[in-house]
């Protein structure tokens, strides 16, 4: 513990050196107690290390006290289906290997049908994503030549992941790949009570083992069953209460865990609608038409009216802006429906763009022959092909991903889907409200080439 006391002033401590669980129970006291942090330390120290969490949980009965202790969670080896899911929360904080800057052709594949037709789908798509990057690298560099002033390292390095860029539409979504999971512990026993219902045996499986290392590692905090039974949250009824918590759980992931139709009419490319009162936003006219670039708006516009945009975009850029947690963004079902998005034959020599289209003619019927499941299905399918694509949002946020989204950085795919189906009607309705956007037609940067992680040379 660190503490300082200002004289006439507050006394300031940080605590970082214990567990979730002690460090939750020591902010709890607070509530229940005026003595010093000081003194409730000395109590946690006495009792010993998540025995003092185990003695006053259930009384408390409350499950603002798990919100009080974080973890972080890293599972390796899961489909990139799995990672949505366990990102899909809107407390989500972690990092997710990239497929911008990873060679993904070593990583292993979940198979779940696991037959001979299986496996030869799924090397297909990985074939052509591995045997063709030196042939994209070196398109890239005759359609991108470098510049008068680019470093050759940083140009090197934006040429790879340009190339990333486009190969990676013709991964299958069961490639594996890895992430990490910052969370407190309520959100994370909420979240996985949900996920262990989900329709996929990879996800339930996944959220089987976390909730078991959870468990073992916080075993005052309910991960064996949930959050709310343990601090008496909807305990009353008993087992008839619980089983039917459970069925209703089961019921919302059975129905509603992939949206159909979402937003607009099968195949409409977009749609947009805007609950923002004129007369309301008129209040903050001055605010709204002044606001510097790279200025957030305050958080309490948000209750001005939700702004909702649906459009179909590749699962490759669906997992960009997913990671937009201030709003809803439906999880939609991957299937070949929509069909594989244009950019990225566009991308490729008359030769290769003809060499996936049959490629990717060839294996539709071989997916869709595989197996009766649509969630099953997904693995098997390419990141390049569309799904339908709808998100919420407040003002604020609105514009927040309308800004860091049109960036050069983005990846072109979504960067056009931002301009097309959010910035351009938002702007039409409401052109009196500051937007700072990039709307360069030129999707290409050398800048792709400086983000990385280095380590810095020792003195």
Known sequence: MKKKHYAGGPKVMVVDDLSPEDIAMLQALYSRSAESAETHLDRIAESGSG?????????????????????????????????????????YCGQETSTRYIDMGKQRIEDPVGTVESKAVLDRWMAFYTSNQDRVAEIVRQRHPKREGEADQVYERAVKARTFDILRAFLPAGVTTQLSWHTNL????????????????????????????????????????????????????GDDAARARDAWEQFVADHYTYPSGIGFPERSESGFRSTLSLGELSKYGELLRTRPRGCVLPHFLTDLGQLSFSFLLDFGSFR?????????????????????????LDQLDDELAHAAKDLIEDLKPKIAALSDDPVVLQYYTALGFRVQCQVTYGLPAALYVMEIRSSK???????????????QPFVERYPSI?????????????????????TKAKR
């Open 434 to 454: 500051a937007l700072h956007v990039d709307t360069d037609s030129d999707d290409w940067t050398v800048r792709r080439g400086e983000q990385t992680i280095v």
């Open 51 to 91: 025995n003092f969490m185990s003695s006053f949980y259930v009384g408390y009965g409350h499950k603002s006290i798990a919100d009080c202790g974080s973890t972080t969670v890293f599972t390796e080896g899961v489909s990139t289906l799995a990672a949505k899911a366990i990102q899909d929360w809107p407390l």
């Open 186 to 237: 309520r959100q994370a026993g909420d979240h996985l009570v949900l996920l262990s219902k989900h329709p996929s045996s990879e996800i339930r499986s996944t959220v089987s083992a976390i909730r078991e290392m959870l468990e073992e590692a916080y075993p005052s905090s309910g991960f064996g069953t949930s959050l709310a039974s343990v601090s008496g949250v909807g305990k009353s009824g």
């Open 320 to 344: 960009d802006i997913q990671r937009h947690r201030n709003g809803v963004c439906r999880m939609p079902l991957l299937t070949t429906t929509y069909g594989f998005e244009s950019w990225y």
């Open 409 to 423: 950085t983005v990846h072109p795919t979504l960067r056009y889907a931002v301009h097309t189906h959010m910035i």
